[in-house]
């Protein structure tokens, strides 16, 4: 069985500034994905970030990048020079190896401040 | 990038009516869908896997008589809402797998926003 846990529920982070979302996950496969996914009010997930579990350097997208640590089973999500769009919930998920399915972390709600 | 649309996005029904809920790949042909449900505030929780050509995988917990899905093509899948009472209304989310592309591609639909009434 697969878990993933976010202990952040909600985060506050100035206009400019870097912000981490925890992420950490349970599996006993050695072959899986880690996604981050945001979703804004309007309700629509939309795709960040992907790594997989035999990647050896730690995905970048833009000002998202992932800092996986595998023996600690983590895959946090920085955010860069936050801006006023980044105030959404961001979800951390983790496909299993034989299926495509998605498990879901309970989200973090980022709130940016000018 | 690839586009998955979903219909209705907004529905209001009746306790007792059946809702259906459309979920199309527009360009890219998508073997897999999943259908999830979300409550306010909560997370995704994974309700079917949905096979072309094939019967739906459910998840355990999800009334397949109640949650009906049909993936008819390659670019289509329904989820009906039969009997649809209160607590069914929430926010209805597909994705879909585009076979074509990377096992890592999937892209979500809009949602469906279901209020029973």
């Known amino acids: 069985a697969q878990k993933i846990t976010q202990t952040q529920p909600g985060m506050f982070v100035q206009e400019k500034e870097a912000v981490t979302l925890d992420c950490t996950y349970d599996t006993s496969d050695p072959s899986y994905g880690l996604f981050w996914y945001k979703q804004p009010s309007s309700g629509e997930m939309i795709f960040l970030i992907y790594q997989g579990s035999y990647d050896q350097q730690n995905a970048t997208e833009g000002r998202y990048s992932l800092n996986f640590q595998k023996a600690r089973k983590s895959a946090n999500l920085v ?32 709130t940016v401040r000018a | 990038g690839a586009v998955v649309s979903q219909h209705p996005s907004w529905v209001i029904c009746k306790s007792g009516t059946s809702v259906k809920i459309e979920c199309r790949s527009l360009d890219f042909q998508a073997t897999t869908m999943f259908w999830y449900r979300q409550f306010p505030k909560q997370s995704l929780m994974l309700m079917a896997t949905s096979n072309e050509g094939s ?46 592309l990377s096992q890592e591609t999937q892209y979500f639909g809009p949602g469906t926003r279901l209020l029973v009434l």
């Open chain 1, 79 to 110: 955010i860069s020079a936050s801006q006023l769009g980044d105030s959404a919930m961001y979800f951390c998920a983790m496909r299993a190896p034989n299926d495509y399915k998605l498990s879901f972390g309970a989200g973090t709600t980022v």
């Open chain 2, 55 to 100: 019967k739906a995988t459910y998840e355990q917990g999800v009334e397949k008589d109640k949650f009906l899905i049909n993936h008819a093509s390659l670019t289509l899948s329904t989820l009906t809402v039969t009997s649809a009472h209160p607590e069914d209304s929430s926010f209805y989310i597909c994705s879909a797998r585009d076979a074509g």
